[in-house]
């Protein structure tokens, strides 16, 4: 089973940049697909991206195109998340997941979730 482990939230003024970890452990990740959610206070858990498992292909949540990359380094079993543009909406819990069907955005369809690293974006 894997175990995920999210690096890299802080706190950041609007507009700036931010660079997230996951680190895997337990089985290799190199077959599986990559993603990332976040939980911003008092709302639902959103998808944010996710990446193939040689990281050619990727899809986005609307909110983040073109400010959020994802991407991965299967070598060193480890994902990234390089937000850039920041916005205080951004302000969230920042969840690293795997084990789901490629092209899938709901919550329920991702089996294996790390336990967050907090990011907070003021102005």
């Known amino acids: 089973q894997v175990q995920l482990v999210e690096s890299g939230g802080g706190l950041v003024q609007a507009g700036g940049s931010l660079r997230l970890s996951c680190a895997a452990s337990?089985?290799?990740?190199?077959?599986?697909?990559m993603g990332w959610f976040r939980q911003a206070p008092g709302k639902e858990r959103e998808f944010v991206a996710a990446c193939s498992a040689t990281g050619t292909n990727t899809y986005y949540g609307d909110s983040v195109k073109g400010r959020l990359t994802i991407s991965r380094d299967n070598a060193k079993n480890m994902v990234y998340l390089l937000m850039s543009s920041l916005k205080p909406e951004d302000t969230a819990d920042y969840y690293c997941?795997?084990?789901?069907?490629?092209?899938?955005?709901?919550?329920?369809?991702?089996?294996?979730w790390g336990q967050g690293t907090q990011v907070t974006v003021f102005s």
């Open positions: 997941v795997t084990n789901f069907k490629w092209g899938s955005t709901s919550p329920a369809d991702f089996t294996s």
């Open positions: 337990g089985r290799t990740i190199d077959r599986y697909s």
